[in-house]
């Protein structure tokens, strides 16, 4: 059964840093490619960043420069540094496995 369990979500004020922390099970991790999205409310979920098997990176235009997707293939876990955070970085944040496996989110508000 796979199973992705996001945490390190949680209210931090304007300009703040959190690391969100996703451990898996049930999938081969470090031959999967992982990524992040959010989702606030009333709006559809977009890609964050994502890193390969091979640890490539790639980021949505609205993070780089402040988000930063890792892995430690030891742990089965992906991670996401997100640093100078933004009341409109304010969404429920999911990892993903392989373009087809869902954690069930962690909220992250950003507010004074």
């Known amino acids: 059964q796979v199973q992705l369990v996001e945490s390190g979500g949680g209210l931090v004020q304007p300009g703040g840093s959190l690391r969100l922390s996703c451990a898996t099970a049930g999938i081969l991790f470090r031959f999967s490619n992982m990524a992040w999205y959010r989702q606030a409310p009333g709006k559809p979920r977009d890609f964050l960043a994502r890193?390969?098997?091979?640890?490539?990176?790639d980021y949505a235009d609205s993070v780089k420069g402040r988000f930063t997707i890792s892995r430690d293939n030891a742990k089965n876990t992906v991670y996401l540094q997100m640093n100078t955070l933004k009341p409109e970085d304010t969404a429920v944040y999911y990892c993903?496995?392989?373009?087809?496996?869902w954690g069930q989110g962690t909220q992250v508000t950003v507010s004074s």
């Open positions: 993903n496995a392989n373009s087809a496996y």
């Open positions: 890193i390969s098997s091979g640890g490539s990176t």
